[in-house]
């Protein structure tokens, strides 16, 4: 039995060990492989791991041997699932392993937002404040979040968390989400409909899916009717956010700024309007990489790979 990992770097640098799925199958790892050799190297092999190595029905139809394809990542749009069912080849995910650490990293770009720590810091390095006439000084207004109102798209498992750390730091929450249950016990948490919640936060956090349905879900007009100091996070999707609108609002104060760990397209071009916004820090998609994820990511793979080996497949989606 062959196991292939398509694009091993991202997900274990040399800081975790492949040695659990050495121990399952014949292994083959890649630390990147461009979209042109994806059937090249996965010629032979009855099972894959690929993050972001893409499975195009095309590409399924090159590979007969195949028979389970594991995606290292929560979202699974990276293979059409609807061929792999035709071909009987099922497909998992790992849907939880980065709960934490993503709404972790979620609160840490809006602290960033308001306090500018990164910025005051080094102004202190390079010498502001030991010559500065004051005891204290400041290079940006600073911003308190108790009574203040987060509004979460999307209120899955990272979302409650997100509204967790959120509802500690004294913010009240609101939510939409196509599922309404189960809701937290914070006062003055409300359901709203995704205009509504724009329109009555001051800080807006994405924690969806990416959809057909939603893809450029917060374009020009949807910003418009954001508070002029509201935030805007996404730690989600890029394809959520339509990248100029969001640069255009920015840049002409629309809103006050945005904190994004995914853009449209990843790398992004170096022409990306939001690269050179107005208050807007953006991260190389690294939310879901403390190594305790990453670690919790790697041992779920392995299990879901041991599932499908013994005939009963575990966090399946196709």
């Known amino acids: 039995m062959k196991i292939v990992v398509l694009d091993g770097y991202c997900l274990n640098p040399g800081d975790l060990s ?18 042109d050799q994806v059937a090249a190297r996965a010629a032979g092999a009855e099972m894959v791991l690929t993050n972001k190595a893409p499975f195009s029905a095309v590409t399924l ?38 709960t934490a650490s993503v709404a972790q990293f979620a609160i840490a770009l809006l602290l960033e937002l308001c306090h500018h720590v990164g910025a005051h ?14 005891w204290s000084f400041w290079k940006s207004p600073l911003i308190e979040l108790a009574g ?15 509204a967790a750390i959120a509802h500690a730091l004294g913010m009240r929450v609101v939510a939409h989400d196509s599922v309404t249950l189960n809701p937290p016990d914070y006062p003055g948490f409300a359901w709203l409909p ?19 349905e939603n893809k450029g879900m917060i374009d020009r007009r949807r910003l418009a009717t ?40 990843e790398p992004p071009p170096e022409s990306n309007p939001l690269l050179q ?4 820090i953006v991260t190389p998609h690294i939310a879901w990489a403390t190594r305790e994820a990453r670690q919790r990511l790697l041992e779920i793979a392995v299990e879901n790979v041991k599932g499908f080996l013994a005939g009963t497949p575990q966090n399946r989606v196709g």
């Open 18 to 35: 492949w040695e659990a799925l050495q121990q399952v199958a014949e292994l083959k790892v890649y630390d990147r492989t461009p979209e």
């Open 61 to 98: 139809a090159q590979l007969p041997d195949l028979r389970y394809i594991g995606v290292l990542a929560t979202g699974y749009n990276v293979v059409d699932v609807a061929a792999a069912k035709e071909r009987g080849v099922v497909v998992s995910n790992i849907p939880t392993y980065g």
């Open 121 to 134: 810091s080094e102004a202190v390095r390079q010498g502001e404040w030991s010559s500065n006439p004051d």
């Open 148 to 162: 203040k109102t987060l509004g979460i798209v999307g209120f899955g498992r990272i979302g409650r968390q997100t």
């Open 194 to 212: 995704v205009d509504q919640l724009l329109a009555e936060a001051d800080v807006v956090s994405l924690h969806c899916p990416l959809t057909a």
């Open 226 to 265: 954001m508070k002029p100091t509201a935030f805007l996070l996404n730690t989600s999707r890029g394809p959520l956010v339509v990248d100029q609108d969001l640069a255009g609002a920015l840049n002409e104060g629309v809103i006050a700024g945005a904190g994004l760990d995914v853009l449209s397209l």
């Open 277 to 280: 916004a107005r208050n807007c």
